[in-house]
């Protein structure tokens, strides 16, 4: 794929699906790509990284420069602290009962190989400075259902299958997961990511790796032929409530 290909299908996405805010491109980097590509973030969490490329803007954020250290951590940038790791500062943030419950969260947390990446270059897709390595899109559930049912199609009908922990729902459920296993991946959003944006109690997250990009927006199109129209026109509600009455 061209980079033009890949940013005019980031505005199909969007005008199909009819999202509320843009595409997001993540790109992994084994350096800092210097001031030319957009803002260098100071002491942003990741998935705070893209609300603003949500929101339009591109940012690249650094393993020194992330707040969060669980997602640090599931990045490859630093250890993860041992008051996570143990299980026990998810005790102390309400989020498990039982300190093993926590601990074994962590232990299962799928993560890149420490120095795999230096740097997340994040962009708004239909303006991407280079090719991502992941796509995330951030909206209501009702559009996200949409691309996803769009990958069912990809997937020739197969039963979609999601990996989560209700914890680091942006960074791990939905980049490093449909990275490291080049597929789809959707998440509910956790406690951190709802805590740290502005992701709404109605809106949620997915990513799929950027091959699947083409094929995903060819079925999005077939999508938005009949099936998008005719269930968001809500004609069996309609008659419902007008039997009632």
Request: a negative charge; proline letters at 5%.
């Amino acid at each position: 794929m061209e980079l033009e290909q890949i940013k005019q299908m980031a505005v199909q996405m969007q005008n199909l699906v009819g999202l509320s805010a843009s595409v997001i491109g993540v790109s992994f980097l084994a350096e800092n790509p210097g001031t030319a590509t957009g803002t260098i973030l100071s002491q942003h969490r990741f998935c705070q990284a893209l609300m603003r490329a949500r929101h339009g803007e591109v940012v690249s954020l650094t393993g020194e420069e992330m707040s969060c250290p669980a997602a640090a951590a599931a990045f490859g940038f630093r250890p993860l602290p041992e008051g996570l790791k143990s299980g026990k500062g998810l005790v102390g943030f309400g989020i498990v009962q039982e300190q093993a419950t926590g601990q074994k969260m962590f232990e299962e947390m799928p993560r890149l190989s420490p120095g795999q990446i230096q740097n997340l270059l994040v962009f708004p897709l239909s303006n991407a400075p280079v090719i991502p390595d992941v796509i995330v899109v951030e909206d209501d559930v009702e559009k996200l259902m949409w691309i996803n049912l769009a990958y069912l199609n990809v997937q020739g009908g197969r039963r979609l299958q999601s990996s989560t922990a209700i914890l680091q729902a942006t960074c791990v459920d939905c980049t490093i997961i449909p990275y490291l296993e080049q597929r789809l991946n959707f998440s509910y959003g956790c406690y951190g990511c709802r805590d740290a944006t502005d992701l709404a109690g109605s809106e949620t997250v997915i990513g799929f790796p950027t091959s699947l990009l083409p094929e995903i927006v060819n079925h999005l199109e077939f999508l938005a032929q009949k099936a998008i129209p005719t269930s968001r026109a809500k004609k069996a509600w309609n008659a419902l409530q007008t039997k009632n009455t």
